[in-house]
């Protein structure tokens, strides 16, 4: 399958730059796949489509506001994002739980000017030595700290780790009010901070919105993928299926997984981390049963599902999601839910989003939403 078939023109100006005044204030693009039809709302409508029995199933990782800005001895400039804690080889994956290690995984800018051994920090802060450089580009990197672990630190110092589309979020003012809003109402902060990028999908609910849907009788079912920078590289082979696809942890919850078995109406997942979780999770338990949930209790495992036409679909029958990236994994996951089994859903795909570009809906992390029944 060509990797060009999604691609698309979008004209820079529809790249959202700040999010809408309101969450759920952001436009809804509602698809109606079995009737093949598209209606323009508000994310605010969504209520007027979900009914009592719904359940929304939403990851619930916390960004972590990962990026520091220190120096070099020589008082050279670096940056450094923190990607998760670490106390083996990059081989093997982090560990699921919130518990925290002096050493993490990190980007560092300029990698070519710290090498192995190279350190750098921020005085009466902390201080930091590179210990390990991949092939990939990761950078294995023992924090030590004046007050706290380095995650404490982020959380008192740290930029969110905003995605390289949105630029221009370098005053007092554009972060703070990242940090508000480039985190979903009911990321849990407390257990699951955990991502390198925001669940998207879900920035668009208010807690005023979540109130009212669960008085309809609409359910909630969290779960937590730890969302990676992978979500945001771009397919760079000709052909999909030869795309390296990124692998991400989750935890799903017995309760979770409760629901996915036994729905009293549509299982509706908010993003495209959610449909990865809810997949890879089913995929890899086909024997499970209803029964089995109480025995097994959460299940913890690492994503490396990559969802294409003609995929077809297990545990979600409703998509919440965001406008993505050209010639993006989350794109061809998109266009495979607008039609399972088939490749029918690139062409409507795009067609959808000509619709959306020539009605100058707002794309990617701080821009619209749709709705896919």
Known sequence: MKTDLFDYPLPA???AQIPADRRDASRLLVVHRAERRIEHRHFRDLPDYLQAGDCLFRNN??????RLHATRPTGGAVECLLLRPTAGPSSQP???SSQLSDQWWCLVRPGKKLPVGATFGIAGVFTATIREKTDDGLVRVSFTTTDGDILAVANRIGDMPLPPYITGHDNDEARAIDRERYQTVYADRAHHQVAAAAPTAGLHFTPELLAQLATAGVRTADLTL?????TFRPIATEHV????????LYEITAAT???????AGRRIAVGTTSVRTIEHFL???????LGDLSAIGSATAEADIFIHPPRTFRGVDALITNFHQPRSTLLCLVAAFLAPGSADGIAWLREIYAEAIAREYRFFSYGDAMLIL
Do not use: Y
């Not at 730890?226 to 992978?230: N, P, Q, T």
């Not at 299926?241 to 991400?248: A, F, S």
């Not at 997984?257 to 729905?263: K, N, V």
């Open 61 to 66: 990782a916390a960004v972590i506001p990962a």
């Open 94 to 96: 982090s560990a699921l």
């Open 226 to 230: 730890h969302v990676g920078l992978g």
């Open 283 to 289: 995929e890899k338990n086909r024997s499970l049963r």
């Open 241 to 248: 299926e030869d795309h390296p696809i990124h692998r991400e």
């Open 13 to 15: 100006r529809l790249i």
């Open 257 to 263: 997984q409760q629901a996915l078995f036994a729905p």
